[in-house]
């Protein structure tokens, strides 16, 4: 006899308990009820809400790069990404990480599951963290705020990585050319430029990439899918970026400044080729009458 007597109305998951289903629908709706009265986070769980506060008294220093943590476990584990250490090996293809949370995300590779489903377009995910950072491409939720210039980032991993501009750290150097980077991740991701390693494959036509991020935008050429709209003139996307950088053609923004002149231009890519002009540089050649110029175009 099936104990699970609650089902949800989003998805086809039951539980045995009501209190059970009513913090799952929170995955669905992002009901958020429980508050930190210092930082103002909010939280679906109240176990969560209790995990968060102990940040505020942060007391466990990684003796590496003095990075803090609430709980000692926490710091125990964040040293295995300056040890190299994988001690959890996944028994279908030998992978290994460094955190057993990572292995059980990696199993779900082979498994297929994905339970966690956006309501808004109905992608679905193997971890309900990933979904919500997915819900926010939808909402434009940016969470979290750098205390020092005010940007925000949807991602708390996104604000991290961009304090270090501020602080100048670097903690990892790669020992072919010396480049240094703030995340271990990054290292890797710079050294298969080097190696010209492509681990990640695409499964309908073979072409492989350094990054998965850059295979999963790939993927997009198959299907077709364009999941990106713009609010003003529907046209679609495949990529959030490029509804960016479209969007500015209706407000008109220009974020990128030149330095020298002071003349604007709404992507990063033209204000680099305006910059040749001011310094003389001509890096594109002619193939046929061999004559530089500051532009690919």
């Given at each position: 006899m099936d104990d699970c007597r609650f089902p949800c109305q989003f998805c086809s998951k039951k539980f045995k308990y009501n209190s059970q289903l009513i913090i799952h629908i929170r995955t669905h709706t992002g009901e958020k009820p429980f508050s930190c009265n210092t930082c103002q986070k909010s939280f679906s769980e109240k176990g969560?809400?209790?995990?968060?506060?102990l940040i505020h008294t942060r007391v466990h220093l990684c003796d590496i790069c003095q990075k803090s943590f609430s709980l000692k476990g926490d710091r125990d584990r964040h040293r295995l990404v300056h040890t190299g250490e994988k001690p959890f090996s996944c028994?279908?293809?030998q992978k290994s990480?460094?955190?057993?949370?990572?292995?059980?995300?990696h199993k779900l590779i082979h498994t297929g599951e994905r339970s966690f489903s956006c309501v808004i377009c109905q992608q679905s995910f193997t971890k309900k963290f990933i979904l919500i950072q997915h819900i926010r491409t939808h909402t434009g939720e940016k969470p979290f705020s750098c205390d020092i210039c005010q940007k925000s980032f949807?991602?708390?991993s996104?604000?991290?990585?961009?304090k270090h501009v501020h602080t100048g750290e670097r903690f990892y150097s790669c020992d072919i050319c010396q480049q240094t980077f703030t995340h271990k991740c990054n290292l890797t991701?710079?050294?298969r430029i080097h190696t010209g390693e492509k681990l990640f494959s695409c499964d309908i036509c073979q072409k492989s990439f350094l990054r998965k991020s850059n295979l999963d935008r790939h993927k997009l050429v198959h299907t077709g899918e364009r999941p990106f709209s713009c609010d003003i003139c529907q046209q679609s996307f495949a990529e959030k970026r490029q509804l960016t950088i479209h969007r500015r053609t209706h407000t008109g923004e220009k974020p990128?400044?030149?330095?020298?002149c002071q003349k604007s231009f709404s992507q990063k890519v033209d204000l680099n080729r305006h910059k040749?002009?001011?310094t003389g540089e001509r890096p594109f050649s002619c193939l046929i009458c061999k004559k530089n110029i500051h532009t690919k175009k």
């Open positions: 969560k809400l209790g995990k968060h506060m028994d279908i293809c990480f460094s955190q057993k949370c990572n292995l059980d995300s949807s991602q708390k996104t604000l991290d990585s961009h991701q710079h050294r990128f400044s030149c330095g020298i040749f002009l001011h």
